[in-house]
């Protein structure tokens, strides 16, 4: 059954018809707005009323590889996917999944146009909105990765305050780097980006959570030109399912935390793991209630 969930892909949903007499202009917009929102959102703002009666769970997601990895026909999967489909297959719904740019999966979680978000960072801010489940499900690790061609030195953390680091819009790493103002950050949309950049010797370094940096470098076979810097921050990160503090799913929470919980005790975790992430060590990933107080990296 592991095996089965954690291989079910996810296809990109089409796209619904668009209504007879609608003018030139209306039609654009509609378009825009359709492709921009993958035609997820949009209708789960539509059902935010009913959606729990229909027996759906509305999730958001961000690309974010091992934790949901997209194909090049659009198919969707990974460990988030997969856990997700768990989560909703106990609780009795339906998972409809939404793909969206980081910045707005925060901002649909936080008006409650979805029920949940995975891979999720924890901040106060953020918890003004967001329900955290514990235990959490993973762990990251903020690295900082150089080019070898152009080899620059980051032994301590004083060392990066004369290099351009990059590092992803609105992601939470470790303290003081996420407040530090004095250093020269670039920022952009994914750790892919940056890679890219970083390759092009476009930045003197880049920060990211070894899972998703990691992943990236193995695809692209970068290997031999993208390694890591000495310096540890000395934070290991955990990863959380949040629940939308305006979903009708907020009733539920205990429940999702007692699957959470199962879904660890009985390897179900360890196992999705083992499968997207196989470079992970076992004691990385939590099997209890424990939760680590670092932030996590999205």
């Known amino acids: ?159 990066l305050r004369n290099l351009t680091v990059g590092a992803v819009v609105d992601s939470r790493y470790f303290e003081p780097f996420d407040s530090d103002t004095t250093l020269d950050k670039f920022e952009a949309g994914s750790e892919t980006i940056l890679l890219r950049m970083l390759t092009a010797n476009r930045l003197d370094a880049i920060v990211g959570s070894d899972s998703n940096a990691d992943f990236e470098i193995r695809r692209n076979h970068l290997e031999d030109t993208i390694i890591k810097a000495p310096f540890r921050s000395g934070h290991n990160n955990d990863i959380h399912l949040a629940v939308s503090r305006k979903s009708p799913l907020m009733s539920r929470t205990d429940q999702i935390a007692e699957i959470m919980q199962d879904l660890l005790d009985e390897g179900f975790v360890a196992n999705l793991h083992k499968l997207y992430w196989p470079d992970k060590s076992p004691e990385d990933t939590p099997q209890s209630a424990q939760s680590d107080s670092a932030q996590p990296n999205q």
């Open 1 to 159: 059954m592991i095996a089965s969930i954690a291989r079910t892909k996810i296809a990109r949903p089409a796209a619904p018809p668009l209504a007879r007499g609608m003018s030139v202009a209306v039609l654009c917009l509609g378009l825009l707005v359709g492709g921009a929102l993958s035609s997820g959102v949009a209708r789960a703002h539509e059902r935010q009323s009913q959606h729990t009666d229909s027996g759906l769970l509305i999730a958001a997601f961000s690309v974010w590889e091992p934790f949901v990895i997209e194909d090049e026909d659009g198919s969707r999967h990974g460990i988030d996917v997969a856990l997700l489909a768990a989560i909703a297959n106990r609780l009795g719904l339906q998972l409809d999944l939404h793909p969206c740019p980081w910045r707005r999966c925060l901002k649909n979680l936080e008006d409650g146009d979805i029920d949940v978000l995975t891979s999720f960072a924890y901040t106060e801010e953020r918890a003004q909105f967001a329900h955290y489940i514990k235990p959490p499900y993973s762990q990251v690790t903020p690295v900082f990765y150089i080019n070898r061609e152009n080899p620059v030195l980051i032994e301590e953390y004083n060392d």
